[in-house]
């Protein structure tokens, strides 16, 4: 019944986060309510950093800024000395706002326009290119010092269906054919640093995956520097680092994929030519996953051939569930002792029948009024949610030392159309 993350705890019955009472919170503060453990991020952040940087000195972080992007959030892990993974201008706009120093922002778009790429140059970030077409778009707006390719080996691994990110199939990436044509074009337009990056999937928990993933770029890496004749500054094997959803999943050994990705990048770099670059790796769901929870009140239960609760978080607050049919544990957290148990379908108010958070889940007797708490909604929970049949969104919560702040406040429906402009012929 209560097998749970040990930020999280059971008092007389009801669930607190950070020493925090989540009941409290959601009177206080109003549901649906994200709410953050600090504490709990830095702890992952700073595991994962050990787990490496034991085994190899030259390691970086670069945090997945579009799985959870608030300000606060970015701060914290600017302060951890985290570097930023960016996917659009946007969000190096709220890296650099939160405080990443340009040097350490990696941008890596798909199919960037022109005028994103020429923002990337002119904000003097490290540009990763997806797409060798690309490059000759950069060259035509200028010349940067810097060039990584963003190369797709051919394979790749997904937690869910949709979420592998290499392979065939996979719109990602540029072959290794076109990444040694893209180096070459880069040194001979007199770009003296270069970096190689690869991304296959997220959400994995397979251990020796992540090993299997680095043997292949640094075999990518040795062929491309000796055909084109350059070294890299740095390697990055991407992020992918996954957390277990459900209770009955393991959660990786990040000593162990830790202390072999180092051995072998020293074991593989002291018989190759491509120097000592840094080993850099790019987590947003294993930093802040498990980080936060989603509090939800229940206000509706319908006994028709299945019984239905009916709450007011819903796919328009937390996506993956309807996208990707992804698991998420819930809890009712005033009534956590309870030993009553029953089988439900947990499901928000947006009107679409794909609006479940929770299929067949067995859960204790819920009531009218009760306050769900649904884990692990770190990562791509608010980032992802919407304003889905005009509900404004969440607010956002972060926990430390006993005390809440506020570090985003509940969308109101004047934030529905404050951007929205009526033609004057319209107005009567």
Known sequence: MWKIQDHLTNKNGVLHIGGVNTIKLASKYGTPLFVTDEKRIQKNYNSLYAAFSKYYDKFQINYAVKANNNLAILRILRKLNSGADCSCPEEIFLAKKAGFSSSSIMYTGNYNSKPELEFALKSKVN???????????????GKPNFISFRVNPGFGKGGYRGLTLGGSKSKFGVSIRDAKNGFKL????????????MMTGSAILDNSYFKTITNKILDIAEDISETVGIKFDFINIGGGLGIPYNPNQKPLNINKIGMEIGKLFNRRLNNSNIGKPSLMIE???YVVGDSTILLSRVHSIKKTMKTFVGIDAGMNTLLRPALYDAY???YVANNLNSRTMETVDVCGQVCENTDIVAKNRKLVKIREGDTLAIL????????????YNSRPRAAEILVSGGKSDLIREREKVTDLFKLVKIPKRLRK
């Open 186 to 197: 880069s040194k001979e337009n007199n770009v003296k640093r270069f970096g190689l990056h």
């Open 127 to 141: 540009i990763n290119i997806d797409n060798l077409s690309l490059l000759h778009n950069l060259f035509d707006i």
């Open 283 to 285: 987590p947003g769901r």
């Open 328 to 330: 998420h544990q819930i």
């Open 376 to 387: 692990n909604t770190g990562a791509y929970g608010f980032s992802m949610s919407s304003q």
